[in-house]
């Protein structure tokens, strides 16, 4: 991204499927791993990367069939390819034992419900943020479609989530319908124009093949096992995962640190509200990631845990 130097890797996840990794800041920084949603890229988070690079080292990752990351192999997508390759991603930046903040937005918050229980998470894991997303009955709970729930809707709802029409360019009326589904009325229209710019960018085959994931989506059992200091941030104005979604991940975690409810944000709140986010990572880092700032390695005490 401009004006922040980039270093780019790649993550080789248990297929053998090559990541697109990207990490900014300093060395021996306290680390923040950031796993972006649905028909995003590693550019969703650009503003928490201006917002924390100086300090913190902040690693980002394309999810599988998004930007530079290629799609799924023949096994196709499951939650548990979200989980092998943040698996891979924390072992190909972290050092072994180190901890790191680990947030996700949307899709990237079911990453970490869908790794929770896996070895490496366990290892690396000092704390969480989990950004407007959910762990179940996705379809059900969306108000994008304007009707009272029921049936109904949750079938309508899964057409238009799952629709396999292209996007095709970036125009006025796109814009005005992405602004209606993912964000709030009160959205900035350079923010809109960003977002919109980075969902079109997103393959149409990964968009549908990651819908059907979705649709179906049951990670209670990965929200039990998520057992870290995780702070939770939702927007009221959120059709997508409404916020009843993040008060029951906060009801559900067995070390909820907080539930922020971010008034008339929608659901794309890296974007929305970059300073709320950043901030909560920051908080994060400061009080689960402490560093001896004068050699830049990991205190006894983090050694420790």
Known sequence: MSGVGARELIAVSADGARIHVEVYGPDGAPAVVLSHGWTCSTRFWDAQISELAGDHRVVVYDQRGHGRTPGADLRGYTTDLLADDLEAVLAATLAPGERAVLGGHSMGGMTMMAASG??????????????????????????????????LRTRLTGAVLGARAPFGPVTPVSKRILKYVTMGPGSAPDRVAACARIVHACPRAARVAWSHVLAGLDLDMGVRELDVPTAVVAGTADRLTPVVHARALAAALPHCTGLTELVGVGHMTPVEAPEAVGALLRELAAAHVPVDLATGRRTDKEKAV
Request: charged content about 25%; glycine content about 6%; overall charge positive.
């Open 118 to 151: 896996r070895p490496r998470f366990r290892e690396h894991a000092a704390a969480v943020l989990l950004c407007s997303t959910g762990s179940s009955r996705l379809i059900a709970e969306s108000t994008v479609v304007p009707l009272r729930a029921g049936r």
